[in-house]
């Protein structure tokens, strides 16, 4: 399923998620960035701080682990601390810190029951808020990371359901906005995410049913947010051919022009010299003629002289 998947990157989603409408609008306000770096300054939250601070210690924590058991537990807890900075108001790009909280729970020891610390009350579909859903796919994510299938399929099929109550269009109090297109988009990466891990390791008639209990609805939802992001990965490739062409200058024809019509002036001075040349020297032979004419005339007229 990985070979077939329909890749965004998180700067395009981000941009999506700000409500960008095209990829070269120019980025948040100086002041806005400077305030989202990480500094310990007035203008970061106090929930903000505590989430860097958990994750400082659990870095340093990590750092200082000398086993491979203590190394996985580690790991584990940084991954969690990633989710809670996610999910902070002054997190610069949550689908970064996301992705790196993954990456670290693929770290952390695998089954038994490590997927205790993720487990958290779901609120009703219909009261589910944008941020929620982005921590609860998070919270899928690191699950599938750490081998729990089948709680993986739980979170992601709510989350898709819930794009499907925004989807709906007589539903006018749940709108579908460039976040909740992410949020299905997203949806759609962690599902194939779970079913190429559900290929690795299960085998016969134990990886069929699992591939099979996907829903209908969740599978067509899925299946909307593959859409979504292929028209969205096409809107960044044309923009991505446009900006080459733009720095490219002029094209390769005109290129072949110029250079034409810059040869033709250098082989026109050429012929030119070379004509100031050649009549440089028939102005010297009709001069060395002329002397040597003159020189006869001069030699008759004595011998002349001389007769009479």
């Known amino acids: 399923p990985f070979s077939k998947l329909i890749k965004i990157s998180a700067e395009v989603m981000l941009r ?5 409408e095209t990829f070269e609008d120019s980025d948040e306000d100086d002041d ?20 860097m601070k958990k994750l400082d210690f659990c870095i340093q924590k990590l750092r200082n682990c000398t086993t491979i058991i203590s190394l996985q537990k580690a790991s584990l807890q940084v991954s969690l601390s990633l989710l809670e900075v996610a999910v902070t108001k002054d997190c610069r790009n949550p689908f970064l810190c996301l992705s790196q909280s993954a990456i670290f729970a693929a770290q952390g020891p695998k089954g038994g029951n490590n997927d205790e610390t993720l487990k958290k009350s779901l609120p009703k579909e219909t009261d589910c808020t944008v941020e929620e859903a982005l921590q609860i796919l998070g919270r899928a994510d690191c699950l599938r990371a750490i081998h729990f299938t089948n709680e993986a399929m739980f979170l992601c099929s709510y989350v898709a359901r819930v794009c499907c109550l925004h989807r709906d269009k007589h539903e006018v109090n749940h709108p579908w906005t460039p976040k909740w297109r992410i949020i299905g988009i997203m949806a759609y990466t962690i599902s194939v995410g779970i079913d190429s891990l559900t290929c690795s390791i299960m085998h016969g008639e134990q990886r069929k049913q699992a591939l099979d209990a996907w829903e209908k609805p969740v599978k067509a939802e899925i299946g909307r947010g593959r859409s979504d992001a292929i028209a969205m ?9 446009s900006l080459a062409r733009q720095n490219a200058g002029p094209s390769k024809g005109e290129g072949a022009i110029d250079n034409e019509e810059d040869d033709l002036s250098f082989k026109e001075d050429y012929d030119y010299g070379d004509q100031e040349s050649e009549d440089g020297q028939m102005d010297d032979a009709e ?13 008759n007229s004595e011998q002349m002289d001389d007769a009479e």
């Open 32 to 51: 806005v960035i400077d305030r989202r770096l990480n500094k310990w300054s007035c203008n970061v939250s106090g929930p903000s701080k505590l989430a």
């Open 233 to 241: 990965q096409k809107a960044f490739g044309r923009f991505n051919t």
């Open 287 to 299: 001069s060395e003629n002329s002397e040597q004419l003159d020189d006869a005339e001069g030699g």
């Open 16 to 20: 999506e998620w700000n409500g960008k």
